[in-house]
């Protein structure tokens, strides 16, 4: 069974910082790969998603990045802002999506 | 188009009563995701449909929970009876299939927060 882990599962940056949310899964047969926000008492909005085929996906500060032959995903997020405080969640996608635990993002002002 | 639209937003019901969750999926999305969402277990898939048949109900915690997908656009989650534990955000999803499985992203609900007391 696909099992898909986020590290860590709590950052906090202070504003103006790059980072790096990581996502690793255990089976590489995967037909893509998704990533989440989640705002506090919110649903889960989409990102990025990377295709299998894909390396990465941008999308104004954020990039994707997939390597599946290493199961791993990292998101990066350029120049922090505190409005990107929130949950983001990974998802694997086969014959169901697999999600991982999140990691909370809290970006100090 | 409207997105995953799910009713209530919020349901607060006492022990034993019956709970029925709502969902209208996406139009032409193939694919129906129930997921539960705590602070202790995550999230968690309940069921998925595909083409309003039941493929995976493995996730279903209990016969208490049952769900239908009677049409294309309407699915329901029922909880009878209710238990405290059951207490979580119940969140709908939908995905187009066929040749676009690959490549298509998962659009979530605004989730119904349940409580039960």
């Known amino acids: ?109 | 188009d409207a997105g995953v639209i799910q009713s209530p937003r919020h349901e607060v019901t006492e022990m034993g009563q019956e709970v029925t969750l709502r969902c209208k999926p996406i139009s032409g999305h193939d694919y129906l995701f129930w997921y539960r969402q705590t602070m202790m277990r995550g999230l968690e898939l309940l069921i998925y449909f595909n083409n309003n048949v039941p493929i995976d109900d493995s996730g279903m915690p209990e016969d208490r929970f049952s769900a239908k997908m009677p049409n294309a656009s309407f699915s329901t989650l029922k909880i009878q009876p209710s238990e405290p534990r059951d207490s979580a955000v119940y969140f709908c999803a939908s995905s187009p299939g066929g040749a676009r499985w690959g490549n298509s992203p998962l659009h979530f609900g605004n989730g119904t927060r349940l409580t039960v007391t």
Do not use: H, M
């Open chain 1, 1 to 109: 069974k696909q099992e898909v882990t986020q590290i860590p599962a709590a950052l906090s940056v202070p504003e103006g910082e790059n980072l790096v949310l990581n996502c690793s899964f255990t089976d590489s047969a995967i037909y893509n790969l998704q990533w989440f926000r989640q705002d506090p008492g919110k649903g889960l909005t989409s990102l990025l998603l990377i295709q299998s085929s894909q390396r990465e996906q941008t999308s104004g500060r954020l990039n994707a990045s997939l390597d599946k032959s290493s199961g791993r995903s990292t998101l990066y997020i350029a120049a922090s802002q505190p409005g990107d405080s929130a949950t983001y969640l990974c998802a694997a996608r086969g014959n169901q999506f697999y999600f991982g635990t999140g990691t909370s993002l809290t970006v100090i002002p």
